[in-house]
């Protein structure tokens, strides 16, 4: 992998050229010829079928055709390889790295995998191309390459933005590209909707800042977001003159129909459904049988606990829109760290504290539906859970 050290060296004198009147009458290469051999742009990649690359993918693309560059600088590097990758992710502790590639190899990576690739070359000047030339050395640098990765603030597609944006003389607008202003939540369906139980994942994980409305500059963490703001996307130079951010947009890979992978035969409406009209049944034989089926409150309790530690463990992590999540109110450990306790009051009907505390919890969870989205079928899950606390708090309250 070539670095751009050497690409600085041949773009230093170009500097020297427009500085210098005499420079430009005696350099043996033409001003207008060298700068058209470089270019800098945008690639935008379409989405795979596995979790972590339903969103698609961001990079930028150095050529200079004097000198036969063709690289790929590209801001989405990890391995899961790594000690205590998923835990580190939870909790907003994963790093990425940064890359530089050769673009044959990054096309060949794309095509295999039947994901499309369109490239926006950029209008820029010989000053902002080093501008941007330097920053990426600079930023290729042992030290530099490696960031704490982020998922909506600091990902590979913002920080191929910013990198562009930040050394381009002049402001960079860009017009709206909808009247609306969903929230990070609506804009991750819009990219899993095809995949319930990834979905149902995230919106478990995600909490109420997930349902905020988003700034444009904030949508553009979805690389294709930031791909159709950077077609309407004009620079205002410090002289007053505007020209186009994009010169030309390019279709260098087609999307090809992914295969989709079998998951599990059920969504997550159909399961929650199931477990609703389980608890009805095991209601209704309880009343006529004048039994208490502890065993089924037992198994929600163990079920709902074990969830409840992954949301605890939310409340520490560093993506700031999973600290605080509603859906914790019915999904929480306390279950399961008082089973036993709970499990004794149901078969010796003897009050217990913790069946009126979650069952005043639930419906905490129900008004929580005002402010943020819940899950697919958390609602129904709820209401199940409700229905055996109510009855647990009725069969342990009642007169003997």
Not at 302 to 312: F, H
């Amino acid at each position: 992998m070539k670095r751009f050290n050497d690409i600085l060296r041949f773009a230093l004198p170009l500097i020297f050229l427009l500085l210098t009147d005499n420079g430009r009458a005696q350099s043996q290469i033409p001003f207008s010829t060298s700068t058209d051999s470089v270019s800098v742009s945008l690639l935008t990649c379409g989405p795979g079928n596995e979790v972590y690359n339903l969103f698609g993918h961001t990079a930028i693309r150095y050529q200079d055709r004097n000198r036969g560059e063709d690289l790929v600088i590209n801001y989405g590097m990890f391995s899961f390889k790594k000690s205590f990758f998923v835990l580190r992710f939870v909790f907003g502790l994963t790093d990425y790295e940064m890359s530089i590639e050769s673009f044959d190899d990054f096309f060949a990576q794309y095509s295999n995998e039947g994901r499309s690739i369109i490239q926006q070359e950029l209008d820029l000047t010989a000053k902002e191309k080093l501008q941007i030339a330097r920053a990426i050395d600079e930023n290729y640098l042992p030290e530099n390459r490696v960031y704490r990765y982020n998922y909506f603030y600091d990902n590979c597609t913002t920080r191929a933005r910013d990198i562009l944006i930040r050394h381009i003389d002049g402001n960079v607008s860009s017009a709206n590209r909808q009247t609306t202003a969903p929230s990070y939540r609506e804009m991750v369906h819009q990219c899993d909707k095809d995949f319930p139980w990834a979905m149902f994942g995230n919106d478990i994980l995600l909490g109420v800042k997930a349902d905020c409305k988003t700034t444009t500059e904030q949508q553009e963490f979805l690389p294709d977001n930031l791909r159709r703001d950077f077609d309407h996307a004009y620079i205002t130079a410090p002289d007053g003159s505007t020209r186009k951010l994009v010169t030309r947009t390019e279709i260098l890979l087609r999307q090809q129909t992914l295969p989709r992978k079998s998951g599990f035969p059920l969504r997550p409406i159909e399961c929650s459904l199931i477990l609703f009209s389980l608890t009805v049944i095991c209601l209704a034989i309880e009343r006529f049988l004048h039994c208490n089926l502890w065993l089924f409150d037992a198994s929600l309790m163990v079920s709902c606990g074990l969830a409840g530690l992954i949301l605890t463990a939310m409340v520490f992590s560093q993506h700031p829109t999973v600290s605080l999540n509603l859906q914790i109110l019915v999904l929480n450990p306390l279950p399961l760290i008082f089973i036993w306790p709970a499990v004794k009051a149901l078969r010796t009907k003897q009050q217990y504290w913790l069946f009126p505390t979650m069952t005043i919890l639930t419906l905490l969870f129900f008004i929580g539906n005002i402010i943020q989205d819940y899950a697919e079928g958390m609602n129904i899950v709820a209401l199940s859970l409700l229905i055996r606390y109510t009855s647990a708090l009725r069969l342990t309250t009642q007169k003997k």
